[in-house]
């Protein structure tokens, strides 16, 4: 069997299309909106300049043909020679850097200029200083548009945002100085209010303070983004919108809070493709992926529909998806000689073969070929490296117990059989490793030491173990315990999973968990609490703690009426109210809608911030694609608007890379960079020199 024993028949809890804000949509409509089209030129043709960083982000939300069908002639990146186009104006969509304003003002600064005139747009606020520098230029003159966007995000999903600074881990980490991680600190506040200035909102601000000293990197964070908004307020008398909601609430925590996350496999559909499948030489951190050349991303409808289910699961619906079509097409039934029943993940190759014996069918081709590989290639390596016997293994450990609800007794038992499996790879091994010494709270150092030699490891891998004391995990054993494991069970690892499993005592067997899949990540305990207003202030305070009144909560419940089974009956004068003394007034007005999929004839069109605040949840580096997840799991089941956001998002094979080298301090920056196809300053000149040699390659003329 491939994932347990409790496969379920049914596809529940799936994520169909919720009532929810789409970050994409909304970052779409003030590209497309706000600066491509406000630019309407007496010529009628214009271009677009992007810089390598706006450039990622326009590539999030829109298509090149969508710009280009607005009259644009041709996208031209900044830094390569652009052929000159004196009779037309240019759109430059830029990062307010030194680098991209000095650009702008030498295309400017030519006896005759590049482009008929400027329009510039900055994806962020500008510094005084660069002001400053635009006009005292000569380029003053030929700018008719300045325009700070307020949109440095990456907005990868719905309900997804990040701030595309993958190496921000060793910086927040490992600081070379003070200076250098308030300049981080700093970057990233800024980035965060371009999100909270598109939507408008203007939170209540929480963060999660394990020691009480309020003096951790997010309390720094808490307090400088509160700064931000306080001021961007001051010279913007229409922020935020006036509504009639509440105030949203964001909560900042960093990756100490769940180290367990970025270690465990985790056995959805994209998180599992993003594992295994692009565990090298991955660039992203979006919610797209890429096998054997053919692309899935948010274009894709069977990738937004499945992203977020069960392998298992998302396997069932291709298939049943596949067998509908055969069973409609008479020819694709004959082509399979009239077995069209086979059941379950068999059917894959299967599926693959008929496929490419089936060329008129170029429709259902493309839409369903790029998916049967996937998962051919995800099970084959599941199969492979033994995953059902590591992840079990994590599974365990992660949560304090067994498939069977029965607490782990001898862990180091369980472990040996995986760390000694020639099938299993050394970063599985790895992993299960770091999971045990977290689990375990520590353990001596020699037996760590046996354990890397029963593992194989060499002490370059070693290493990132090693340096998961930057992030407050205890390698040896005997060492105090921290104030969040004294005093707030809850959310440590078994403690958060006691919760866990009394909620499950309370659910139908078919509701169970996959066996494989039944750590609930830390950050989605966090967030249910703050839905129910019971997150403790003293692990995470606020900058400015709003009334009850301000969160939507009343002293007590208003008398109800309730309904029986005689029909309604007035409320007991004795008891008439709720016997919580703290109540959302958002809980009586809560319409109940089934998990999952709506029913037939119902439309999700319910507005989900009637049910309480906005909740956004900010991740100091890094989150995985189980914590994205979440996002959209308390949307459905709790009926409320959540976001969820990073400064990136890893797979675990980039988090352990980047953990190697986090001990080297600054040198890591080079060593990593070349991870996420990012350029340092000191290769970023050579790009200049060969600027003859790729000018053009990757761009979009139109003819006109």
Partial sequence: MFFGRRESEQLNGKFSSMPCVSLKD???????????????????????VVDSRAAKLLNSVVKTHEILEQNVTVIE?????????????????????????????????????IYAAAHIFFTASLDDTLFDRIKKSGVIKNIKTLKEMNIDFVASEQQIFTLDHPLSLLNLYKPSSQSELSDVIKGISKRILSVLITLEDYP??????????????????AVQLQKDLDDHKAIDDTFP????????????????????????HEFTYQAMVHDLIQARGEKGGDSSASVSGQNVDENDPIWILIRHWHFAEAVDYIRNAFQKFISENKAAAQALGGDSNSQGLDSLKQMKDTLSSLPQFQAMKSKFSVHINICQECKSL???????????????????????????????????????????????????????????DGIQDMERKRLLETAKIQNEESQALTNLAFFNVQLSAGQPKTRVQKQFDRYTYWGSHKVERKKRKKKADDAMPYDLSRYVPLLKRVCEDQIMNSLPKELFPWIKEPSNEELGIVSSAPKMFRFTANGLVAPDPNHPYS??????????????????????????????????????MFALGGLTYSETRSAYELTRDEQREVFFGSTFIYSPSQFIDLLKHVHEGESAKQTCAGLFGLVTQTEEQPVEDKKEKVEKKGLFQKKK
Wanted: charged share 30%; net charge positive; proline share 6%.
């Fill in 77 to 113: 990146e900044m830094a390569l020679k652009r052929q000159p186009f004196p009779n037309y104006e240019a759109i430059y969509f830029v990062s307010p850097t030194v680098k991209s304003v000095d650009r702008i003002i030498a295309d400017f600064a030519q006896e005759k200029p």
């Fill in 382 to 440: 599941f199969e492979r490296r033994r995953l059902d016997l590591v992840a079990g293994v994590q599974q365990d450990l992660a949560t304090g117990e067994t498939s069977e609800g029965k607490a782990v007794k001898n862990a180091m038992l369980d472990l040996i059989p995986v760390l000694d499996n020639k099938n299993t790879t050394p970063y599985d091994k790895l992993r299960a490793l770091i999971i045990y010494v977290i689990a375990m």
């Fill in 579 to 616: 016997l919580r003394t703290t109540r959302a007034s958002w809980v009586g007005q809560r319409v109940q809608k089934s998990k999952g999929k709506p029913m037939d004839g119902e439309k999700e069109e319910m507005d989900l911030r009637r049910n309480g605040p906005r909740v956004y």
């Fill in 26 to 48: 909304m970052l779409r409509k003030r590209v497309m909106d706000d600066m491509i089209k406000a630019v309407q030129p007496a010529s009628k043709w214009k271009l677009l």
């Fill in 241 to 264: 919108a006036q509504t009639d909601y509440k105030r949203p609430v964001f909560i900042i925590v960093d990756r100490t809070i769940d180290m367990m996350a970025p270690f465990l």
């Fill in 204 to 221: 209540h601000i929480r963060y999660f303070d394990p020691t009480g000293t309020n003096d951790g990197i997010c309390a720094r964070l």
